[in-house]
């Protein structure tokens, strides 16, 4: 099924960029390897070089909110807006599937309070491209290499978020 916003009628190009970050989870790395490069690709049509992406990998989905604090905070303080480590936005990728336990559940809701946030505390998006699905299937279909892909969805979203926080970052401020 189709979303209902189309990023394709959408200029999405990013002028005078300076870097993205992807985190991204090795657990079902079959599928997240597959999500990444699109995201990249994507990322790469639209202003981004591929030294201007960084991509972490960390074990699990679990451990990508505590993994973006640690990149975005020194000792407790913001870095990642700071001139020397401006970061235009950053996206997270993973993929947790239902089994039998409510494993799932505490996985996938840790997560996104995590990711939630931190996304509310900082001043660029912070994209949550995390599956949850309830099998396999479902979770190659979110990563087949069409228009579908989510990968492809992840940093388009990445980039139209931060064409709206540019426009918007001097509107409203003193």
């Known amino acids: 099924m189709k979303s209902t916003w189309d990023s394709d009628s959408q200029d999405l190009v990013v002028e005078n960029s300076n870097r993205i970050a992807i985190i991204a989870a090795l657990f079902n790395n079959d599928i997240t390897e597959v999500l990444v490069r699109s995201c990249v690709d994507t990322l790469c049509e639209n202003g981004y070089t591929n030294d201007q992406v960084d991509i972490y990998w960390v074990p699990g989905v679990w451990e990508i909110p505590q993994t973006v604090k640690r990149l975005l905070y020194k000792e407790n303080e ?10 235009d936005g950053l996206v997270t990728i993973g993929c947790v599937i239902r089994g039998e336990t409510s494993h799932f559940e505490y996985v996938a ?3 996104n309070s995590g990711l939630g946030e931190i996304a509310r505390s900082v001043d660029f998006p912070v994209i949550f491209g995390i599956l949850t699905t309830d099998t396999w299937e479902q979770a190659w ?26 426009r918007t970052r001097s509107r409203y401020s003193k």
């Not at 989510?150 to 979203?157: R, S």
């Open 109 to 111: 809701g840790e997560a």
């Open 141 to 166: 279909k979110r990563a087949a290499e069409d228009e579908e892909n989510k990968g492809k969805e992840f940093a388009k979203t990445a980039l139209y978020m931060i064409k709206l926080f540019r």
């Open 78 to 87: 913001l870095v990642a807006e700071s001139d020397h480590h401006r970061i």
